[in-house]
C-alpha cells in the first residue's frame, strides 16, 4: 500500500489564505510581507499558534527530560521552551524552579548554579509546520476571530468565527484524549497494566 507524500496540506500560507478570505480579501501565492495585511495577519496566526501551544498538550509536552549543567554549572533554557518544572515538583518541594535571564533558577535555594542533573517536564514550542492538523485549523480561527475583530470590526463575524474556534478547540480535546492514553488509575509512564473487561466474563475456554 502507498501513501500520498503530501497528506497534510494545512501549511501557513493556506491558513493565511484561510484568514484573508475570512475578512473578504483575495488570496496570495507566496508569503510577501509587504503586503501589511499579510504582515499582520501572518503575526496573528503565530501569536494564536504560541498561545495554544503555551498549554501544554500531549503533543508538545514532555515529562522527566533530563537537563545538564553547562561547563559554568548553570542549565541554559532555549526560547522553543515555554515551560520548564521539575518533575514531580508538586511532591519534592526541594526545588522551585523557573525561568530567569535564559537559565533555571531555584528560588528555594536563591541560586541559578546546579552541581547535578535536572529532570524536568518540558512545554515545547514548534514550528506551524509541525503541529497536528487540528492545531493549525484551530490556530486559524483563533487568529481569524482576532483579524475580524482587529482588521475588520465586524462583531457578527467575529462572533460566528468564535463558535467555529470553540469547535475546533473541541477537536483538540478530543485529539488529546484519545492520544493522551488518560486514566483515573494515574498509572506512570514507562508502566502496563491490563484492566479487567466485562466481555471477558463470556469468553470461555472450555
Sequence with gaps: MTFPTQFDSETELSSVNSILGIIGQAPITVLEFDNPEVAIIYQLLGEASKDIQNEGWVFNTEHGVKLEPREDKKIGISNNMLRVDVTNGQIDRTFNTVKRNGVLYDKFKH??????????????????????????????YKAGVRAATQMV??????????????????????????QGDYTMFGFADGTSYNSYKPFQGLNRVI
Design 111 to 140: 541560586t541559578d548554579i546546579w552541581e547535578q542533573d535536572v529532570y524536568a517536564d518540558i512545554v515545547w514550542f514548534y514550528d506551524y509546520e509541525d503541529l497536528p492538523s487540528v492545531f493549525k485549523r484551530y490556530a486559524t
Design 153 to 178: 470590526g465586524n462583531p457578527q463575524l467575529a462572533q460566528l468565527l468564535a463558535a467555529q474556534e470553540v469547535q475546533s478547540r473541541a477537536a483538540c480535546m478530543e485529539y488529546e484524549c484519545n
